[in-house]
């Protein structure tokens, strides 16, 4: 009941204000969950689509494509990869092992979830005022998860995540339940892995904003604040792919430019601070120093549990029986509740976006992915000359090529690829005779 309320007043916000509107459903993504309102021949609508579906209907309504046009010359950026991510939801239900309709319905949700508000946002958040006005919520938003993960971690108890999981129709693993190493800190997440590049996501993104680009950032204490605060929580959901991701996207803060800023000694004062606390933090938590050593060293591997190389390579065979079942459009997102084989059990959790396609989308979705990652790491930061849309964009790649990214916040990660993009001299260049509207976001 109480995000289906949350997503009402935003929808008629969204009435009154429509870009406000979109922002703040965008932000409310981070910590709110889709609640089914009501079925259609047994197919649940959830709040999800129907705020997607408002929103899409107003921004056809209201014409914003066009309007935007008018500014700048240029279109949306991942387009294609885009078009080959509709096509492979299209085709995926005439081969789905659990039939056309309940594969429809999935690949309406995913469509409605993600893809449709990226393309939406890409038009309608353009200048200082729009990514400023969702910068101040971002910030407000994590300083409340990365508290709350802090207390949740602290209590080992976390009663969002049980409340999400009592209002949800399919159910999700309570992963920070397990106990192969311990609790892990989920926050306002669904998974830790989801939280812990969530947040590594938002703390790369303000140290960039502070070092390399030298914004006055708005909330400024209180950003840094809790960029740093960030980092903790990243280790404390002890999920290598958090860590990974997270040195990955700071790749983009190593340059001997940087060096002779003052901010850079600033930030890096700041983390010899607070490097001794994590330390002692690790110190009294040996699993957690075994899962970031597994990382660079294998020996550490048995300590810290979780899925290794041989593991990996019997996914892999075992996702390559299930391909060659439906090799073009794949067995479907929900063919492991319908179909079981000694190959469902071997796959896993499909620890891979590779596997996850083979098995569920088939050729067609192996490629379109391979198309969004082109343009995510090489085309769009080549076009754009943005260093850190490339690093984030292969913090991305690297993390999700090696395991699953669930409850990740990828609408977040784009509308910062956006940002980046949009900051760029090049794109700035592209707009007709607007170039003072974009100065900064903040």
């Keep these: 009941m109480v995000f289906i309320v949350l997503s009402l007043l935003i929808l008629l916000y969204g009435i009154y204000n429509y870009k406000k509107g979109f922002m703040l459903y965008i932000i409310s993504t981070i910590f709110s969950y ?3 309102v009501f079925k259609i021949a047994g197919f649940s609508v959830s709040t999800t689509i129907i705020m997607a579906l408002f929103f899409f209907s107003l921004y056809i309504f209201r014409n914003i494509h066009n309007k935007r046009k008018d500014i700048s010359t240029e279109g949306f950026p991942f387009k294609l990869p885009l078009i080959l991510l509709f096509v492979s939801l299209l085709i995926t239900p005439f081969f789905a092992y659990a039939g056309f309709s309940v594969e429809f319905a999935r690949s309406l949700t995913i469509v409605c979830r993600s893809y449709l508000l990226i393309w939406i946002m890409w038009d309608i958040i353009e200048d200082d005022n729009d990514f400023s006005f969702a910068f101040k919520a971002i910030i407000v938003v994590m300083v409340i998860s990365c508290l709350y993960g802090i207390y949740e971690y602290t209590l080992s108890f976390n009663p969002l ?10 159910g999700f693993d309570l992963y920070s339940l397990q106990t192969l190493r311990g609790y892990r800190l989920t926050s306002v997440f669904e998974h830790p892995i989801g939280a812990g590049m969530t947040m590594g996501l938002y703390s790369i993104f303000i140290f960039v904003e502070f070092v390399r680009y030298k914004e006055v950032i708005p909330f400024n204490k209180l950003a840094i604040f809790t960029a740093i605060l960030c980092i903790p929580c990243v280790l404390l959901t002890k999920m290598r792919a958090s860590v990974v991701f997270t040195i990955i996207a700071s790749l983009c803060l190593i340059s001997p430019a940087f060096y002779k800023k003052k901010r850079f000694y600033a930030i890096l004062l700041i983390f010899l601070i607070v490097i001794p606390f994590i330390y002692l933090m690790a110190r009294n938590n040996p699993i957690l120093s075994n899962v970031v050593l597994s990382i660079f060293n294998s020996d550490y591997q048995t300590a810290a549990g979780g899925s290794n190389s041989v593991m990996r390579f019997s996914q892999l065979k075992a996702v ?5 079942l439906s090799p073009i459009g794949g067995l479907g997102e929900t063919f492991k509740s319908v179909y079981s084989s000694v190959y469902t059990q071997e796959v896993l959790g499909l620890e ?8 569920m989308h088939g050729a067609v979705g192996v490629i379109a ?18 260093v850190p849309a490339f690093t ?5 790649w690297v993390t999700y090529t090696l395991t699953s990214t669930p409850s990740f916040r990828i609408i977040i ?3 910062i690829e956006f940002y980046f993009i949009k900051k760029s001299e090049v794109y700035r260049k592209s707009l007709k005779g607007n170039e003072n509207s974009w100065k900064t976001a903040w």
């Design 34 to 36: 889709p609640v089914s």
């Design 161 to 170: 995540l049980n409340f999400k999981h009592s209002i949800s129709d399919e």
């Design 320 to 324: 390559y029986e299930l391909f060659k």
């Design 352 to 359: 891979s976006i590779w596997f996850e396609q083979m098995a």
């Design 369 to 386: 992915n391979i198309v969004l990652m082109y343009f995510t790491v090489i085309k769009i930061p080549m076009k754009y000359r943005s």
């Design 392 to 396: 984030f964009g292969l913090a991305y």
């Design 413 to 415: 990660f784009f509308l």
